[in-house]
């Protein structure tokens, strides 16, 4: 059977390292297009903080946000899946956050927020590259905990270190605390957490049952340990020649780097 989704993973993957997207990567999304093929973002962002020339690709109509606590419905204007952390649960994970040295904030509702404090300390833990957008997508709010109990549930919670020993200790010790949650990680000073049903692989699969596409007629790539469940479950789940070991592990084939426009060797190579 041909392939009849494309699915692809916004930073280290269709992004170079200046958080930007190439022509040759687009030109091929494009191609793919063209031939009736629909591509799917599926991010650990926001919707809002995905790229207009992806979003208004040809086929473009669905995308995979926050790591799969959503599907996003452009035509519709809203979320048409939602898998989220109960706010109560995310108010204890923001307490036990708190006694690491490091920035936490949420995605809930579509938006971002952060405590104050941490807002006015963003060029301390956040990597150059990710600042304009981390400062676009975050409001500052006096208390993280009291906004998510006002407000309600979350899509997820997401910690910036800049001690990488405590990140992975951080990581062992929220694993074991919240077993029904999903620790991952997209960028090397992050973690991210979602609840065990919001991941990209869950949330393909979703789509496609949904679209009456056959998962083996779907590409994925991903870099990162968020991306693992998506190649696993897409019918080509193919890693970047960056991505982590792990993700590298669950892929059926492994491209040019996200430097070297991955996605487009592969698709120009396989599909186009």
């Known amino acids: 059977m ?122 301390t833990f956040c990597r150059p590259e990710y600042r304009p957008m981390y400062r676009a997508t975050r409001s500052a709010v006096e208390s993280l905990e009291e906004q998510i109990l006002r407000q309600g549930d979350v899509q997820k919670m997401q910690m910036f270190f800049t001690d990488g020993e405590l990140r992975q200790r951080a990581m062992r010790e929220l694993a074991e605390a919240f077993p029904d949650m999903a620790v991952t990680s997209s960028v090397p000073n992050n973690i991210e957490v979602n609840i065990c049903a919001a991941n990209k692989g869950n949330a393909l699969r979703i789509l496609c049952a949904r679209l009456g596409i056959d998962l083996s007629q779907t590409i994925a790539f991903g870099d990162g340990g968020n991306d693992i469940t998506m190649l696993q479950s897409a019918g080509t789940g193919v890693a970047m020649a960056n991505a982590c070991q792990e993700a590298k592990e669950a892929a059926r084939a492994v491209t040019a780097d996200n430097e070297s426009d991955g996605v487009a060797v592969y698709l120009e190579k396989y599909v186009l």
Do not use: W
């Open 2 to 123: 041909g392939i009849r989704l494309i699915a692809a993973d916004l930073d280290g993957t269709l992004f170079d390292e200046k958080k930007q997207i190439s022509g040759r990567n687009l030109e091929a999304l494009g191609r793919a297009a063209a031939m009736g093929i629909l591509f799917v973002t599926a991010t650990g962002r926001i919707y809002e903080a995905i790229p207009r020339e992806l979003k208004e690709l040809p086929g473009a109509r669905y995308a995979i946000v926050v790591n799969g606590s959503g599907i996003y419905d452009r035509e519709r204007g809203e979320l048409i899946h939602r898998e989220e952390i109960p706010a109560k649960r995310a108010a204890e994970l923001c307490r036990f956050m708190r006694q690491y040295h490091s920035m936490y904030d949420c995605y809930q509702n579509g938006k971002g927020y952060v405590n104050q404090y941490y807002y006015d300390r963003i060029d």
